[in-house]
Structure formats: structure tokens, C-alpha cells
């Protein structure tokens, strides 16, 4: 998803958990969503799930990574992806297809009994079901974290938050968000800590980290119109393939010395199957709404316990620890002002 | 820009005991020094808190100066220098532009040690203000260890306690699931200093112990401080080094509302 592809030219800066406490972040819903129901499984590469065979790998981790990021005071709003845009279909036919085909391979894996492969192809076959989004959202009203339903792009909407000050940063693991504007993009907010390396026994300790926009078009000397214009050659989610033999380095150059894809496509031989007027317009004006709410709540212990426990299968001491732990410490950091704050 | 100065011994162990209590809340910050005096003024890295510590060249036996600057420092490392003080040591600091080290020797008949200490660079994009006002409508001198006590007690019950100012007693309070703290202290009382007790209003609010803790630790038990504070304000903790200076150290209070204006907007210096 997104212009991934983007991180081989800038790199971010490692940030600490606390250095984000009492900051409002805007979450990608579904990119972290995705993230969970790929990372969340049991021994098997199988999603996690009730007795009732409803999924719980993602309720699973918006409990336990929440927590985690609620303990440290950062203020979440979670943002979900609205109606698909006309320019994104070829993306999600795209995205439809390599499930597909992840599914046959699953069904071959099975049958050859290669649980290894079980596992690293059936993180890629699952899809978010309605269901799925209900019990999410359900969940994060009772952990007192607002959300909000985007009328498109879940990323432009975020980014529209951030660069109206309404939300501090933009949390999702995509580059998007910088391409629609957001000052601050945190990536791996939710993947921190020490993690498994797929298909091998090694760790390593992931950081999170912080990538300023006014930074990134210093350090790159781009405008933010050009950013956009390099990206669009590299590719999106609004034209996946980009252009055929033109990686992050290459649009770079191009964009660099010609400024604009009207000046690239000129002067250098490559073919752009692209609307990419289009394309920009989708990046400086996405559509968005103005109409959202953004009261944080208190976490509802009762109410978890009662959805997951009672209805979910989740282990209630277990619960009631971490969100008892987790409101003792939001609250104790929320509380504690800053002096600074005094001053002005 | 260079220094010379020059401490004996008494005054060095002021100069560390000060550097102490800030470096166990501050590992990096700047030492301005002016004509007058040396200073140091910082937040702590999460801003809640912060240090006003001015020594002036009446503590120093030899004050030379020829410029108003600032070093960045690693306090931790120069607190661990100052701390192996010996009891026979005057204690000199020079500093020379051209090689950005400052130069911590300590002198005894016959003897001589020395460290230096590398200048660091230190990002400080909000730099506490010059003047700092802080508004008190409650305000009294305490005895060090009276308040240290009151700390240590309140500790066993929370990370946090309340301060209640009343025109005729102060009540020092907190409270956990199932266990409470209370201690009441009237202006006649040997631990405050009566004529000191001044209450403008009724004034009430909660700070954290941790903070309040780490500075009282390095206060010896003998010293008088003032405390002045606000309701829902910030609390300063003066403690005067007679004619020689002072160390002020000032935090923000907690607040029991979490929520924050849902049409809050971030600022520049929030970035």
C-alpha cells in the first residue's frame, strides 16, 4: 500500500514512546488493522478466534498495543478509510488479485503439509470484514479513543487533521500522509519493541520513528508539489505500476533536473500510463470532512470486560490487569502539566 | 571567551551540592556566565520542572570573566567530578574558547588533580523564558527536613499530594485505593516560620512526589526553604544561599481534569 518505495531516499529519526506522551496522533485504521490480522496468528499461520469462530486477532492487538500507547499518554484517533476513489480501483483489483492467488498457494501449502509456508502465505490472504470493523470500533469507543470515518483516504483525512494542528502527527507505516501534507508521519508506532523475524528464529528491536515534511523537502529540495510528482512516478496506490523501470532513485534524478512530469515526459523517453493530473489533484485536494469528533474518553474496564471476555474469549485477568495498569498511568501522565504551559 | 574562577573549599561543596540536585533531574544543560555571576536555568527533558540556580561572585575567591557566554555541559559527568572534592581542595574552573574543554582542578598544598570536561552541543529550540513569574497566593519558609518528611510520608501512599493552604494551617494530604496520608502544620508551629506565613487566599493543588522528591533529597535537613504556590499553579521551592545566591526549582502542577478542549489546536513549540 502506498509509496512505500519512498523510504529508500529519506529515513527517519528514532523517537521514544514517552517523547509522544499527551500527543494526539491520527492512526491509519486499517493499515494498522491489516497489520494486526497479519502479525496476530497462533502457532498455525491461523487468525486468532473465539469459540464461536468470530476473529480476535485484531481486537487482540488494539487491546494490548493501545494499552501500551495509552500508558504513555499519547492521545489516539483512529481514522477509517471511507469509499474507495474512482482512481483507486486498479489498486484494489490489484490488491484482490494477489489474494487470490495467495489463497491458491495456502490450499498448495496445506496439501504438501509445509506449515512454514502456511504461515507467511495466509498472512497475506485475510481481508477486514464488516464484522471485523464493528467490534474495532466498538472497541475503541471503550477505550475512550475517538474515530473517525473518512469520506475517502483514511491517510488524507489523517493528514488533514495534522496540518490543521488538530492531531500532532500521522501514525501509519505508508508515506502517503506526507504527500497530503502532514507536518509529522510516526512510523512503527504499534511495532515497536523486539519482534520476530519472519521465517527465522532471529529478533530484532524496531524503533519508532519520526519523519518531518519540512525536513524531508529540505534534505531531498523538493517542493511539495514536486514530492508528489516523484512519487506519482515511483508509483501509488492511485497508479500501482508507476513507471516501468523507474524506481525512488531514478524519479528522483528525473525530478530534480526537470522539476515537473510534464518536463520529465519531454525530455526523457519513459511512458507514464497515467492520469496523473488526476493523481495530483487527489494529493493537494484530497476530499475530506470537517465534520468529526475528537473527545478522548475514559477507558471503560467494565464495558471491555463484559466485550471481550464475556463475548470474545478473552482471558479476563488478563484484561482487567492491563487496563487497570494502563488507566492508572494515562491518568497519572495526563494530569501532570507541563510548566511551559504556565509561561506564555 | 574565557573564565577563571576560583572556589575554597566551603563554597565548592556548595557549588557541588547545587550541581548534584540539578543533575539528578537535568543530565545536560547550559552554565551561562556573566559578569556577576554563573547560572544555570533549564527545564528537566519532559518540562514539568525547572532549575534557577545562580551563584554569585561574592561565593567565588577569584572571579574573572571578559564575556557573557554559554556552555553546554554534561551535568552528570561534572557532578561526578565536582563530588571527589577533598577536604584540603580549592577548587578552580577555566575555560578557554579555543579549546572548548572546561578545566576542573582542585589544589592542595603540594598536590594537584585535574579533569576536563568536553563542551557538548545541546539542542534547545525553547529555552525557558528570562523572567519567570510564578503567581503565589500561598507562601511560607519550611525546615528542610519537616517537608522531606512530609514527602517520604506521602510517598507511601501515592506518586502525588495535595497542598491545602488555609489563612491559619496548611494541610499536606494524599491518598491511594484504601490508604490516606495526612499531615496539618499551623504558622506557630517550630517547623514554619511564623512571621513568614503568608496567605493571600485559600489555595489548593496537587503536584508530583517524584519531582519534589529528587530535588528535597540533595537539601540538607537543616536548611529553611520557601514554598510558594497557587491553586492549579505551579509550585516554586526557593532555597537561598544567603548572600551568595539561590537555587530555585519550580513545578507544574497536576490537574484532576484530563480532558483537554476538543478544538485544541497545536502550536509551533509543540513541534
Known amino acids: 500500500m502506498g509509496v512505500k518505495k519512498i523510504s529508500d531516499l529519506i529515513k527517519g529519526e528514532p523517537i521514544e514512546l514517552s517523547d509522544l506522551s499527551r500527543k494526539r496522533l491520527a492512526v491509519d485504521a486499517y493499515n494498522i488493522l491489516y497489520q494486526f490480522l497479519a502479525s496476530i496468528r497462533g502457532m498455525d499461520g491461523s487468525l486468532l478466534k473465539n469459540i464461536d469462530g468470530m476473529v480476535t486477532s485484531h481486537l487482540s492487538g488494539l487491546l494490548y498495543r493501545n494499552a501500551r500507547l495509552l500508558q504513555h499518554g499519547i492521545k489516539l484517533v483512529y481514522v477509517f478509510d471511507g469509499k474507495p476513489s474512482e482512481l483507486k480501483k486498479e489498486e484494489i483489483r490489484r490488491r484482490v488479485k494477489l489474494k487470490e492467488k495467495a489463497r491458491e498457494e495456502l490450499e498448495e501449502a496445506r496439501e504438501r503439509g509445509d506449515m512454514e509456508r502456511v504461515r507467511t502465505v495466509a498472512q497475506r490472504t485475510v481481508s477486514l470484514t464488516e464484522d471485523m470493523l464493528k467490534d474495532a470500533k466498538h472497541l475503541l469507543r471503550l477505550m475512550g479513543i475517538p474515530y473517525i470515518e473518512a469520506p475517502q483516504e483514511g491517510e488524507a483525512q489523517a493528514a488533514y487533521l495534522a496540518q490543521h494542528r488538530k492531531v500532532w502527527g500521522v501514525a501509519s507505516q505508508d508515506f502517503d500522509s506526507l504527500l497530503f501534507g502532514a507536518p509529522i508521519l510516526i512510523r512503527n508506532l504499534t511495532l515497536s519493541g523486539r519482534r520476530k523475524l519472519p521465517r527465522s528464529n532471529r529478533y530484532i528491536t524496531v524503533n519508532v520513528e519520526i519523519y518531518r515534511r519540512e525536513n524531508l523537502l529540505k534534505e531531498l529540495n523538493l517542493t511539495p508539489d514536486q514530492l508528489i510528482d516523484m512519487a506519482i512516478l515511483i508509483g501509488t496506490d492511485f497508479n500501482p505500476d508507476g513507471v516501468k523501470g523507474v524506481g525512488p532513485k531514478t524519479a528522483y534524478k528525473y525530478i530534480q533536473q526537470y522539476g515537473t512530469i510534464e518536463k520529465v515526459l519531454e525530455n526523457v523517453n519513459i511512458e507514464l500510463n497515467a492520469d496523473y493530473e488526476e493523481i495530483r489533484e487527489v494529493f493537494r485536494n484530497p476530499v475530506i470532512t470537517e465534520d468529526y469528533d475528537l473527545s478522548f474518553g475514559e477507558i471503560d474496564i467494565e464495558g471491555i470486560v463484559e466485550f471481550l471476555c464475556e463475548q470474545r474469549g478473552f482471558d479476563e485477568a488478563r484484561v482487567r490487569n492491563v487496563l487497570s495498569k494502563t488507566k492508572e498511568e494515562q491518568k497519572s501522565i495526563l494530569q501532570q502539566k507541563r510548566l511551559d504551559s504556565f509561561f506564555s | ?271
Open chain 2, 1 to 271: 571567551m574565557s573564565f577563571d574562577l576560583q572556589l575554597d573549599n566551603e563554597n565548592s561543596k556548595i557549588l557541588a551540592s547545587n550541581i548534584s540536585i540539578i543533575s539528578s533531574i537535568v543530565s545536560e544543560c547550559f552554565l551561562s556566565i556573566n559578569k556577576d555571576s554563573i547560572q544555570i536555568k533549564t527545564f528537566d527533558p519532559t518540562r514539568i520542572s525547572m532549575f534557577d540556580f545562580v551563584l554569585k561572585k561574592e561565593a567565588f575567591q577569584e572571579f574573572k570573566v571578559d564575556n557573557s557566554f554559554s556552555l553546554g555541559l554534561n551535568l552528570e559527568t561534572f557532578n561526578n567530578m565536582l563530588k571527589t572534592a577533598k577536604k584540603d581542595e580549592v577548587l578552580n574552573l577555566n575555560f578557554d574558547e579555543r579549546e572548548q574543554r572546561l578545566r576542573i582542578v582542585f589544589k592542595a598544598k603540594n598536590r594537584e588533580r585535574s579533569f576536563t570536561l568536553k563542551m557538548i552541543d545541546i539542542k534547545d529550540d525553547n529555552p525557558p523564558p528570562d523572567k519567570v513569574k510564578i503567581l503565589r497566593t500561598a507562601q511560607f519558609n519550611i525546615d528542610a527536613s519537616f517537608f522531606q518528611q512530609v514527602l517520604k510520608d506521602s510517598m507511601m501512599i501515592s506518586d502525588h499530594f495535595k497542598i491545602h493552604a488555609f489563612p491559619d494551617k496548611v494541610i499536606f494530604s494524599c491518598s491511594s485505593f484504601s490508604n490516606e496520608m495526612e499531615t496539618v502544620v499551623g504558622p506557630e508551629s517550630e517547623e514554619i516560620e511564623t512571621e513568614s506565613f503568608e496567605i493571600i487566599e485559600e489555595s489548593e493543588s496537587s503536584y508530583s512526589l517524584e519531582f519534589l522528591n529528587n530535588f528535597m533529597k540533595g537539601i540538607r535537613s537543616s536548611e529553611t526553604l520557601t514554598i510558594g504556590f497557587a491553586t492549579n499553579k505551579p509550585i516554586i521551592l526557593e532555597y537561598n544561599l544567603e548572600n551568595k545566591g539561590y537555587l530555585h526549582y519550580m513545578l507544574a502542577p497536576r490537574i484532576e481534569s484530563v480532558a483537554d478542549e476538543e478544538d485544541y489546536e497545536y502550536d509551533d513549540e509543540d513541534y
